[in-house]
């Protein structure tokens, strides 16, 4: 019973210890720029450059009607893969993750900011119509959307809606293409395969440029995705 008892607290303390770097991660990042509303956190010197990919994350950001929700967010680059494997978890592959549940603030693997780059986890940057301000824009959107609708309910917002609407904002595309490739079965087009979002986006698009739907009733209380997907579907063109 000791031995359990003394596992137990052991648990209790590491998971509390956990829990108070995700909220205040600070001290580990030496360097910061704030700017646009933004604060960007860095194990390295940050460049001057950065100001202007911060323009361009406000530029994106304040096309949504939620822009107010987007400020205040503290963006942290992590410059080693253990420290972004420290915040990201089982997600550690991925570019950047919104700790939304504690803190609220947004974590992003290492970073080319004289180029305006993210590096992948292959070590070279990702393709360039991804910079980092689309990634910094993307995952400050899933901290507007909790914010827009609270904690209980953006646990339950399908993916489709939370990742689609926030690369509606940080991503521009070619909607024509986009639903032509959906028809056509296209890799791309499909998330489970290709780890992209442009169906999501293509649907959310669909539902308030073509449906003239609400941001806000887009975010709480969505359509059924099927009933959606039909209809994208059935359009002879965009």
């Given at each position: 019973?000791?031995?359990?008892?003394?596992?137990?607290?052991?648990?209790?303390?590491?998971?509390?210890?956990?829990?108070?770097?995700?909220?205040?991660?600070?001290?580990?990042?030496?360097?910061?720029?704030?700017?646009?509303?933004?604060?960007?956190?860095?194990?390295?010197p940050i460049p001057p450059a950065m100001k202007t990919t911060l323009d361009r994350v406000r530029a994106r950001l304040d096309r949504s009607p939620a822009a107010a929700m987007t400020r205040g967010v503290h963006v942290f680059i992590c410059d080693s893969p253990w420290l972004f494997g420290l915040f990201a978890r089982q997600n550690y592959r991925v570019g950047g993750v919104a700790v939304w549940l504690v803190g609220q603030h947004v974590f992003l693997r290492?970073?080319?900011?004289?180029?305006?780059?993210?590096?992948?986890?292959?070590?070279?940057?990702?393709?360039?119509?991804?910079?980092?301000?689309?990634?910094?824009?993307?995952?400050?959107?899933?901290?507007?959307?909790?914010?827009?609708?609270?904690?209980?309910?953006?646990?339950?917002?399908?993916?489709?809606?939370?990742?689609?609407?926030?690369?509606?904002?940080?991503?521009?595309?070619?909607?024509?293409?986009?639903?032509?490739?959906?028809?056509?079965?296209?890799?791309?087009?499909?998330?489970?395969?290709?780890?992209?979002?442009?169906?999501?986006?293509?649907?959310?698009?669909?539902?308030?440029?073509?449906?003239?739907?609400?941001?806000?009733?887009?975010?709480?209380?969505?359509?059924?995705?099927?009933?959606?997907?039909?209809?994208?579907?059935?359009?002879?063109?965009?």
């Open positions: 019973m000791k031995i359990t008892r003394r596992l137990l607290l052991g648990l209790f303390a590491a998971s509390l210890a956990y829990l108070s770097v995700l909220a205040y991660p600070h001290p580990l990042f030496a360097h910061e720029l704030t700017a646009d509303g933004i604060t960007v956190h860095s194990t390295r290492e970073s080319d900011m004289e180029n305006d780059r993210l590096i992948g986890p292959s070590g070279r940057p990702v393709a360039a119509d991804r910079p980092l301000s689309y990634f910094i824009a993307h995952e400050v959107m899933h901290i507007a959307n909790v914010r827009t609708v609270g904690r209980w309910r953006y646990s339950r917002m399908p993916q489709w809606v939370d990742d689609g609407y926030a690369d509606y904002v940080a991503h521009d595309i070619d909607m024509g293409d986009a639903l032509k490739k959906m028809k056509e079965g296209a890799r791309e087009l499909d998330p489970q395969r290709s780890g992209l979002y442009l169906r999501y986006q293509l649907l959310v698009a669909y539902l308030i440029d073509k449906r003239r739907l609400a941001v806000d009733d887009l975010l709480a209380a969505p359509p059924p995705r099927e009933e959606i997907e039909a209809q994208v579907a059935a359009l002879p063109h965009w």
